[in-house]
């Protein structure tokens, strides 16, 4: 998969691409990562459904969204017609319902990729989540894998919230994923000392923003370490260029744009711009140089790694 | 498009304590140009790298050709956001994204419109009676609060309202009590056709419950927690019956935040009705 860029929306965090177009043209986008799309139509969680927390952002939105239905009528065309490459969040509670999905997109035109948030609740795992366990994730990797078209890249998205994420990176791998996305949001919680409840009416929520880089950054690290030759789409607290170089330099070829987008409707070129002169001021030709060069032992120059995999998403 | 908003560093030009309210006045020229009655803006709190992340919803009260367009915002400090925007000073710059909202609509005749705020939310109302005053409407204000010093605009609002008037809870000023027990009274002494509401959820409700015993039209405008500002989080919404008789958790600051009253289920707000579109194991699914 060639993208011209390495900045995406994050899932979740673009809206259906056209509230975003308002601010910038979306082919400047990497690609477009939509909100996890999922089989029926979803109401999500009540509200509160956000809170700010220092340099973060709980939420707990629940995967609101219209139904695969509804997003193949109107919002993917309407991406498709912008010229803007589509990489499709995949959200599901079964395996089946992930089949199923996969099938329902396997023909629609302008796909670009399909992202599988396997954050998501098994629901017949008493609601725990896909990623926290290696074959239950490659189980729904294998799936979509096998009903998607066989030129349509599968990107697992990984959840730090694991005890060994590279095991779980591997498995995905082993069953058919062609890239790994990390990292979805860790579980938080806030509690409203005035009313001395939750903050969020869900009780604990996703924790996103600049407080959760670091555990962004560790988990592209191993990731990268254990499977140099996967690439791998980091996000987590990008807000700026020097941000996306951090997890480019621990491995990341492209990196995605959530909570950013929330302070700064033009965070994603912005940061683009701003990561393209880094480069060049740092004397990089390629993206693909720079990319897991933090790796290299000690004491090895800047450009010293010359091994590296050439892993343009 | 006409209302698509844009982001500006705009410069302070003054600030000032209305009563227990700040407000600032900022050169924002592409937003004081498109600006409608019922828009909001968003502002970025705490400066450069701040740790603040997302971005404060405030209502613009007034808008003013000046230097090519200037907006004035007015707000009660609340938590951190609000508490650095009151330290804002004169020739400081403020990061702000607007005009943002669907607006408040308005009638195609004239007709006469009461205006309900509650605290800050009468900052809202005056642009409103301004363009409704154009349209020949008459307008009528209802305006109330806690405490005298919380009620906004009550001067202004004698100089343009046929009639104003005012409540408080402590009865500090006005009527002792809230709005919505005078407001069937002014509903009916001047034959009201419409009534615009901005204010807290609670009085929105009530206000409605009014409109709807009176049969006539609401628009309210609706505050929930927002994360983002421009429809792409999802945080802020609220449960609304559509055309079609479905509700749907509807995105107040897209889609929103002035609806139609009769059509919030205020009733359902902080929750997901098990009738709406898509709830868990709900029939629409
Ligand atoms: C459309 C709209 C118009 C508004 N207009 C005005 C106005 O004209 N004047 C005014 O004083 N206030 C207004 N508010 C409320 C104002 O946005 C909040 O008071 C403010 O965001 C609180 O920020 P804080 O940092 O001081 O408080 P904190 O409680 O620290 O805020 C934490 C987070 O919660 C969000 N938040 C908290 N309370 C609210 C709330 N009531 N509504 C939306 N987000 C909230 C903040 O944006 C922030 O992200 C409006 C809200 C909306 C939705
Ligand atoms: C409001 C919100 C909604 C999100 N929705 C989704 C989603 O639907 N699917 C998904 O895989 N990740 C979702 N995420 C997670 C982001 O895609 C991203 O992994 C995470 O927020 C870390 O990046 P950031 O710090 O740049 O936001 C969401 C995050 C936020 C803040
Ligand atoms: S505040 Fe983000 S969608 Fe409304």
């Known amino acids: 998969m060639e993208l011209p860029n390495p900045v995406l929306t994050a899932s979740g965090c673009g809206g259906t691409g056209r509230e975003l177009a308002q601010f910038f043209d979306v082919v400047r986008l990497g690609a477009f990562v939509t909100r996890s799309i999922t089989m029926a139509p979803r109401a999500g969680r009540p509200t509160p459904r956000m809170a700010e927390t220092p340099s ?101 998205k990984l959840s730090p919230d694991v005890a060994d994420i590279v095991a779980v990176a591997r498995s995905c791998v082993d069953g058919g994923a062609d890239a790994l996305a990390m990292i979805n949001t860790p579980a938080g919680m806030s509690i409203d000392v005035d009313a001395m409840r939750p903050a969020l009416a869900a009780g604990a929520g996703g924790l996103s923003g600049p407080a959760v880089r670091p555990l962004a950054v560790r988990c592209v690290w191993q990731v990268h370490a254990a499977l140099p030759g996967v690439p791998i789409v980091g996000m987590g607290g990008v807000t700026t260029g020097r941000d996306a170089l951090e997890l480019i330099l621990a491995g990341a070829c492209a990196v995605a744009v959530g909570t950013a987008t929330f302070h700064d409707p033009y965070a994603c070129p912005r940061i683009l711009r701003e990561l393209e002169e880094l480069l060049t001021e740092r004397g990089f030709d390629r993206l693909a140089d720079a990319v897991g060069l933090a790796h290299r032992p000690a004491g090895t120059g800047p450009r010293g790694r010359t091994d590296l995999e050439e892993s343009s998403l | 498009m006409a209302g698509s908003p844009v982001q500006v560093t705009g410069t302070v030009l003054t600030t000032r304590r209305v009563d227990a309210y700040h407000a600032l006045t900022v050169v924002a020229p592409g937003i004081a140009d498109r600006f409608r009655p019922g828009h909001f803006v968003t502002v970025a709190a705490g400066g450069r790298d701040t740790a603040m992340l997302t971005r404060r919803a405030l209502t613009v009260h007034d808008v003013k050709p000046d230097y090519g367009g200037t907006v004035e915002l007015v707000f009660a400090v609340r938590g951190a956001g609000t508490a650095w925007l009151s330290e804002v000073k004169a020739r400081d710059t403020l990061d702000i994204v607007g005009p943002l909202g669907r607006p408040f609509p308005l009638p195609r005749d004239p007709c006469t419109c009461v205006l309900v705020g509650g605290e800050y939310g009468s900052a809202s109302l005056f642009a409103l009676g301004d363009a409704l005053q154009l349209r020949g409407c008459r307008i009528d204000f209802v305006l109330g609060a806690t405490t005298a010093e919380r009620v906004f605009g009550a001067l202004r609002a004698r100089r343009m309202g046929e009639t104003t008037t005012l409540t408080t809870e402590d009865g500090s000023l006005g009527m002792r009590g809230r709005v919505t027990d005078v407001l069937p009274g002014v509903i009916a002494d001047v034959r009201a056709d419409a009534v615009y509401a901005c204010g807290p959820m609670a009085m929105l409700r009530g206000v409605t419950a009014v409109a709807v015993e009176f049969g006539i039209p609401v628009q309210v405008a609706v505050e929930e927690h927002m994360a983002c500002g421009i429809g792409v989080c999802m945080t802020c919404v609220v449960p609304v019956i559509g055309e079609d008789g479905v509700t749907r958790m509807l995105r107040s600051c897209v889609e929103g935040p002035v609806f139609r009253g009769e059509r919030v289920r205020f009733d359902d707000v902080g929750t997901i009705p098990f009738d709406a579109l898509g709830a868990p194991g709900g029939r629409n699914v």
Do not use: H
């Not at chain 1, 969204?65 to 997003?71: D, L």
């Not at chain 1, 998501?120 to 994730?137: H, K, L, Q, W, Y």
């Not at chain 1, 009903?147 to 890249?153: C, E, L, N, T």
């Open chain 1, 56 to 156: 973060g952002l709980l939420n707990a939105v629940g995967l609101q969204g219209p139904g695969v239905e509804a997003f193949l009528e109107r919002e993917l065309p309407w991406l498709a017609e912008r010229g803007a490459r589509t990489v499709v969040s995949l959200g599901g509670g079964t395996v089946a319902e992930f089949t199923a999905l996969s099938r329902r997109l396997a023909d629609a035109p302008g796909i670009t990729a399909v992202e599988v948030n396997l954050s998501c609740p098994n629901v017949e795992d008493r609601g725990r989540m896909f990623a926290r366990d290696g074959s239950a994730a490659a189980e729904v990797v294998a799936s979509v894998r096998a009903a998607i078209r066989y030129d349509v890249p599968v990107i697992a």
